[in-house]
């Protein structure tokens, strides 16, 4: 059973770089079917979709944080990794990680969710 | 402000059927498939209906999603108080090419 669990620090200080593992057990990153993606939901608010990446390392991002995002992978740990740049409270989400099947909003499974605060 | 619109609440009383709506555009719902996540707090958010209308083994058939134009609904039947969580509603947006998200619907069980 494929599962997902998101890893990093729960604080974070404004300016500074967020950054975020997942590591997907129970099956292969490595799928010619999926894409691996990071979504986020800040306190009282909805789901975002922050980006998605592929096996080979072909990435893909929301228009509104691309400037400050970086998805990377590793086929060799069964990992993908989110790096957001200079992080202000806004960026204070409970952040997900998840399979998405190819060119489509199908998330699943998903990781429990990590909360990450921003704040001196 | 989020590119498909819900409406922030509904509410039903156990076994009544609630409705919740999702409203986007042609470049979005008009030209691909609605998926409906159920959202309970503390967890991971769980696919309910794919592809607009399908349900994922293990979703009961209380569940039903349905798509007209650019907008689309979730039906649940029978409603009981475990029912209770976020709704969202998600498709992919052609103008953005990438995946979208609605605002999210609080159901309650009265």
């Known amino acids: 059973q494929l599962q997902l669990q998101e890893s990093g620090p729960g604080l974070v200080k404004p300016s500074e770089t967020l950054s975020l593992t997942c590591t997907v057990s129970g099956g292969s990153i490595s799928s010619s079917s999926y894409y691996w993606g990071w979504i986020r939901q800040p306190p009282g608010k909805g789901l975002e979709w922050i980006g998605s990446?592929?096996?080979?390392?072909?990435?893909y991002y929301n228009p509104s944080l691309k400037s400050r995002v970086t998805i990377s992978v590793d086929t060799s740990k069964n990992q993908f990794s989110l790096k957001l740049s200079s992080v202000t409270a806004a960026d204070t989400a409970v952040y997900y990680c998840?399979?998405?099947?190819?060119?489509?909003?199908?998330?699943?499974?998903w990781g429990q969710g990590i909360l990450v605060t921003v704040s001196p | 402000q989020s590119v498909l619109t819900q409406p922030p609440s509904a509410s039903g009383t156990p076994g009544q059927r609630v409705t919740i709506s999702c409203s986007g555009s042609?470049?979005?719902?008009?030209?691909?498939?609605v998926y409906w996540y159920q959202h309970l707090p503390g967890t991971a958010p769980k696919l309910l209906i794919h592809?607009?209308?399908q349900r994922p083994s293990g979703v009961p058939d209380r569940f039903s999603g349905s798509k007209s134009g650019t907008s689309a609904s979730l039906a649940i039947s029978g409603l009981r108080s475990e029912d209770e969580a976020d709704y969202y509603c998600?498709?992919?947006?052609?103008?953005?090419?990438?995946?979208?998200f609605g605002g999210g619907t609080k159901l309650t069980v009265l």
């Open positions: 998600a498709t992919w947006d052609d103008s953005l090419s990438g995946p979208v």
């Open positions: 990446i592929f096996y080979s390392g072909s990435a």
């Open positions: 042609s470049s979005n719902i008009g030209s691909n498939y």
């Open positions: 592809r607009s209308n």
């Open positions: 998840a399979r998405q099947v190819l060119g489509t909003a199908a998330f699943g499974p």
